[in-house]
């Protein structure tokens, strides 16, 4: 099988079969999001343990990138700490703007899948959606954890 057959597949499989999908009524945090370039949606339902994304799901519509790419957020972030998750934020989005010299196939894994969108600008946006999302609660989170939240 091409690679690019692969990737095509586990997008087209993520797409089909979201995981995570569906809200979390229990949510600690529930943000969303939109793509106005695209229709794009996505929510995120975050359940917190301290410093560490404990239970993560998503409700969304629109096209296949954004919506297998929320899928496969909340694979790769759940259970993982803020730092973690913020290491996987940069890299995914490096990769995505095509700013990668060499992609970490290892450290990066499913998420190689949708690394042509670089060659597409117009569809960065809906791979990136819900990243840029989860990338401001992470920074958020943090800052909350420091003491330094919004006060009020
Ligand atoms: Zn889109």
Redesign the pocket.
């Known amino acids: 099988m091409a690679i690019d057959d692969l990737y095509q597949e586990i997008l087209m499989d993520h797409y089909k079969n979201p995981r995570n999908k569906g809200k979390l009524h229990d949510a600690d945090l529930e943000v969303h999001a939109k793509?106005p370039f695209?229709g794009?949606e996505v929510e995120l339902d975050i359940i917190w343990d301290g410093g560490r994304i404990k239970d993560i799901h998503f409700v969304g519509q629109?096209?296949v990138?954004?919506q297998a790419s929320v899928s496969l957020l909340t694979e790769h972030v759940k259970g993982k700490t803020l730092e973690e998750i913020e290491e996987v934020i940069q890299e995914f989005s490096a990769m995505i703007r095509g700013e990668l010299e060499k992609i970490d196939e290892d450290k990066l894994d499913e998420l190689c899948a949708l690394q042509g969108v670089s060659k597409f600008p117009t569809?960065i946006k809906?791979a990136l959606l819900a990243w840029n999302t989860l990338k401001k609660v992470v920074q958020e989170r943090k800052a909350e954890l420091e003491g330094k939240g919004k006060v009020g």
């Open positions: 793509n695209c794009d629109g096209c990138i954004s569809r809906c």
